[in-house]
């Protein structure tokens, strides 16, 4: 999907990433063998068990969670609900992130995705009126 946004709609630089539940590290190796997809691993950094990235998005494993240009979240896409080898779920799913990264406005965009998360940035300079 990296490859069909960045062919598809250049102009909206959009970069997925995904992020590694707490706890879960020993199948980083396995998960991205073979990909190129950017890989971050979450934490439990105030030691209460669970993981700090999933548990503030409340997402579940295979979540796609899309934010707008205010980083507010604009929707959740569950990759195991939603066989992304039909192409009915690819289109929605890249729909979405077209309509979120094509907001209006210059900010970051940033989006959440496999196993939990997926970051997208997108800047652009604001003219002083």
């Known amino acids: 999907m990296q490859n069909d946004l960045d062919a ?16 879960l590290e ?3 190796a396995f998960i991205t063998s073979g990909r190129d997809i950017p890989w971050l691993q979450d934490l ?3 030691g209460d068990g669970w993981s700090d990235v999933w548990r503030s998005w409340n997402v579940t494993y295979r979540d796609v969670v899309i934010l707008d240009a ?3 979240r604009v929707g959740t896409f569950n990759l195991t609900m939603h066989d992304l ?10 729909q979405m992130f077209v309509d979120a990264a ?13 196993g939990a998360a997926s970051l997208l940035t997108r800047t652009r300079g604001r003219r002083k009126t």
Do not use: F, K, M, W
Not at 9 to 21: E, F, S
Not at 85 to 94: A, G, H, M, S, V
Not at 103 to 112: F, I, M
């Open 8 to 23: 598809s709609h250049p102009q909206l630089n959009v970069h997925i990433l995904g992020v590694n539940a707490a706890g």
């Open 102 to 114: 094509s907001v209006p406005e210059p900010t970051s965009l940033v989006l959440l995705v496999l």
């Open 70 to 72: 205010e980083n507010a």
């Open 44 to 46: 439990d950094a105030n």
């Open 85 to 94: 080898r039909i192409p009915e779920n690819y289109n929605t799913l890249r």
């Open 26 to 28: 020993s199948g980083n």
